[in-house]
Each structure stands twice: as C-alpha cells, then as structure tokens.
C-alpha cells in the first residue's frame, strides 16, 4: 500500500536513480537530445502505461524505441501497421497441427504482441479493428483467440508512432482509444548543434555496442515499489484540480476554457498524473511527490485528453493553448 516503504524499498530508490542516470548515459551514445521523450518513455514504462510517440519521418522514433529495449534488456518487437493488417496478426492464430500419431490438433501460434516491448508503428495506417485488437491488450495485459484467455509476458508495453503529416488513408484513433494511452508524446527536429552532431555520428561506419542495465524482473520490481510512493494530500488535490479545469462544466471553470474547449480530460487523467509522478520522484532519487513532478507531465498527460472546440480551430487554439492558460490560472 501507498506509505509503506521497508527499509529495503528505500535502498532500492536510491539504486534506481544510479540506474537512471545509467540508462541516461547508455542512450545517449545512440541518441542525441530528445532528454524529455526518454525520461516520459521510462516514466510510462515503470508506471505500466503505454505511448503514442507523434513526429515525422526521420526523427529516430524507432531507434529510440529499440535503443531503450536493448538496455532495458526486454524483447522487443516491431508491427508495421498497414490497411490489410488483421487482428489475428498481431494477436496470434490457431494452426492445424499434426501430431506423432497421426492425428490432428489446433494449436495456438503467438503472434507479435506477445513481446516486452512493442512498436506499433503508424497506428492510424490500420483498420479499426486491428487497432481494437491491441488497444484491448494494452488494457487487459491478455489476449483471446478461440475463447482462450493468454496472458502477456510482463512487463508488457506499447509505444505507438503517428506520422502528424500524411493523413490520406488513415484511420484516426477515436478519442476513447486516445485516452487509453498514458502519454502523447510530440518529437520535435532537432536544434542545428544536435543536427550536427547526429550527423558525425551516423555517417562514420561506427557501431556502438550498448550495455543492459536492468532486466524485465528488476522493472517489475521497481513499478510495485512506485504504488508505495506517498503523495501530499495538496498534490492530489492539485492534479485533479488540473484535471477538472479541461471541462466545460464545474465549478470555477475559466471563460478561456469555456470558450474554446468541446471536451475535457478524464478521471484517468488524473490517475496518471499522480502515477507518473511518483515514477518521476523515484527516477530522481525522491520518496514524495511534488507539484512540479505533476505540472512536468501536464502537456504528455493533457495534450491528447484536451479536445478543443469548432472556434478554437478557428481561431488557431489547440490543446497546448489551453494547458498553458490552465497551468497559469493555478499558479495565481
């Protein structure tokens, strides 16, 4: 239970932070920049949520991905969304197989989802369907084929991409699919000095050897000692007052929300706001959660759960404007 910390979870508090700052320095002999979307991809990770990693062509959202899997020490495996992907695909099939005696029986081939680690790359490129089929594992931590339940290894993790810019052919994730994401992560270009150095390093023939930092068992470990991180009462009652700010109706909602939003967050919202803190206070060697840790995962948290409104559009607001206003409205 929350506020229970044995003497042995502090100990491994404070090894976690080593390992992070481990993890930190592995990644970035591959990765250059992007500091913040490793930090929330961990952060998503040891509090048993998903992302949905949103960016153009090119900006290394795979190698990312597959970089933190190899340190991680997590099979990892890779799914190329397409329109003619089927649900049985990624879930697995029964087969007809023939046994020593001659006689025939099904038997269940896994399929990819049945990895650590999972890239869904270019989710909204499949038919509903098949993005139901892993949003329902994502959820469930099991699939079903045949009316047979089978449980997915542990940890068990999804980290979908979306390209912001093609948009012909896709099939956009609907808004309670969206929600059943942890964090929204944005991966920006990088700066010229980090163009530079992305350069140098990839246009040279070298091959960086990577070291496994922890194990599968060691992050499960580490996501039950975050249930056990104590939050202040005051910060609870700052995440849902963040929270309950993105609706239209309630108490002391600002006009600036009233005028431009459709829909606001969840309850969930709030829930992963105080999980993700606790991940982050823990990365950082902390034992309690702040208020910073809660308004350094608004945007990840906020940006997909935020709907803004037909004026809004008009008027060029989007979800990110209205975090801004929000976060300044409790800061008065």
């Known amino acids: 239970m929350e506020g229970e910390i044995s003497k042995k979870d502090l100990e491994l508090i404070n090894r976690f932070k080593l390992v992070y700052e481990e993890l930190q320095k592995e990644v970035h002999k591959v990765i250059v920049g992007q500091d913040h979307i490793v930090e929330q991809i961990l952060v998503a990770l040891f509090a048993k949520g998903h992302c949905l990693l949103v960016g153009v062509p090119g900006l290394a959202k795979t190698l990312i991905i597959k970089t933190i899997s190899q340190i991680l020490d997590l099979q990892f495996k890779r799914i190329q969304f397409t329109p003619d992907l089927m649900p049985s695909d990624i879930t697995g099939t029964e087969i007809l197989k023939e046994d020593k005696d001659g006689g025939r029986n099904l038997e269940f081939v896994k399929g990819p989802l049945f990895g650590n680690m999972i890239l869904a790359d270019e989710i909204n490129r499949t038919p509903p369907k098949t993005q139901a089929a892993l949003l329902e594992a994502m959820q469930e931590f099991h699939v079903t084929a045949a009316g047979t339940t089978y449980e997915l290894p542990v940890p068990f993790f999804v980290l979908a991409t979306q390209n912001p810019i093609e948009q012909e052919g896709t099939y956009p994730l609907p808004e309670a699919q969206l929600d059943r994401f942890m964090f929204n992560l944005v991966i920006k270009y990088p700066t010229i000095k980090e163009e530079i150095d992305i350069v140098k390093s990839t246009t040279v023939g070298k ?123 409790l800061e008065k």
Do not use: C
């Open 207 to 329: 091959v960086t050897k990577l070291n496994k930092i922890i194990n599968a068992d060691e992050i499960t470990k580490l996501q039950n000692i975050v249930l056990k991180i104590p939050v202040p009462e005051n910060v609870i009652e700052y995440a849902v007052k963040l929270v309950s700010l993105t609706r239209t109706e309630g108490e002391n909602i600002p006009e600036f929300v009233k005028k431009n939003v459709g829909w606001g967050a969840s309850p969930r919202a709030s829930q992963y706001l105080i999980l993700g803190g606790k991940v982050r206070a823990v990365l950082q060697g902390r034992y309690s959660v702040s208020k910073e840790d809660i308004r350094a995962l608004a945007y990840p948290v906020l940006r997909h759960r935020v709907i803004v409104n037909f004026y809004a559009e008009s008027e060029g607001v989007d979800s990110m404007k209205v975090i801004d206003s929000i976060l300044a409205e």
